[in-house]
């Protein structure tokens, strides 16, 4: 599922577009040309990719079966963008700060009790996206770059008798790569005269985030391991191109 080179080929063959695009892309009364704002919002979950489900019983590990394995919550924030009609296509390039109330907190018997805690973070993203013009004021588009999300955690070891006093609490920084595709429509006319102005959009995003970057307090230490970690979003925004 993760490829290392998803993102680089996808801003490298974007850009190169735009550069071939910039000089026909005189189409300055395009409902859809120039830079855009937007506020978004939406459904969030984080999962392992992992194919193992722990959540049975009987595995010898988790046999009270009450094991959440995802984190789910309300994602929020903020995009900056530009578009550049090119005729049959309209390219663009994106950046977000998102934030996230995904929590998740529990008991679990894994050889001692602890308890523990996860909590979602910000969510930085940077990307491009390529898109076709259904109707004049109707975007569809697909886009990807790379993400990268802040992850917050404690685990506290619950049982005084067992002989381990280990408590971990961190965050911790995760980079990864980002495809979605949307649907992007026009609502108003902006005050240049040009056709742009507010617009709504929908759109589903999927995040694979493979190194997980933390630092170990029982070894005083910065690490960096491979992880496999999912993420579904689906949001909704509005917005306005200037």
């Not at 680089?8 to 300055?28: N, Y």
């Amino acid at each position: 599922m993760k490829s290392p080179l998803i993102t680089p080929l996808i801003l490298s063959s974007v850009v190169g577009a735009f550069a071939v695009a910039a000089p026909a892309a005189a189409q300055s009364d395009s409902t859809f040309t120039g830079p855009r704002a937007e506020i978004l919002g939406g459904y969030d979950t984080l999962r392992s990719g992992s194919d193992v489900d722990v959540d049975t019983d009987n595995d010898g590990i988790f046999e009270n079966n009450t094991l959440d394995q995802s984190v789910d919550g309300f994602a929020y924030g903020v995009a900056l963008g530009y578009d550049i009609d090119a005729g049959p296509v309209v390219l663009g390039l994106e950046g977000e700060y998102m934030d996230s109330t995904g929590s998740q907190e529990g008991d679990e018997d894994v050889n001692a009790p602890f308890g523990y805690r996860i909590n979602l973070k910000r969510d930085l993203y940077i990307g491009a996206r390529i898109g076709a013009k259904v109707t004049p004021t109707t975007l569809l588009y697909a886009k990807g770059g790379y993400t990268n999300t802040a992850v917050e955690s404690r685990f506290q070891d619950r049982a005084e008798a067992d002989g381990v006093d280990l408590n971990f609490d961190d965050s911790q920084q995760v980079d990864g790569y980002r495809l979605g595709a949307g649907v992007e429509q026009v609502i108003g006319t902006g005050g240049n005269g040009n056709g742009s102005g507010a617009f709504v959009k929908l759109e589903y995003r999927y995040s694979n985030y493979s190194s997980l970057k933390y630092n170990d307090t029982l070894f005083n230490d910065n690490n960096e391991i491979g992880v496999d970690l999912d993420r579904h979003q689906v949001v909704a925004g509005v917005g306005f191109r200037f």
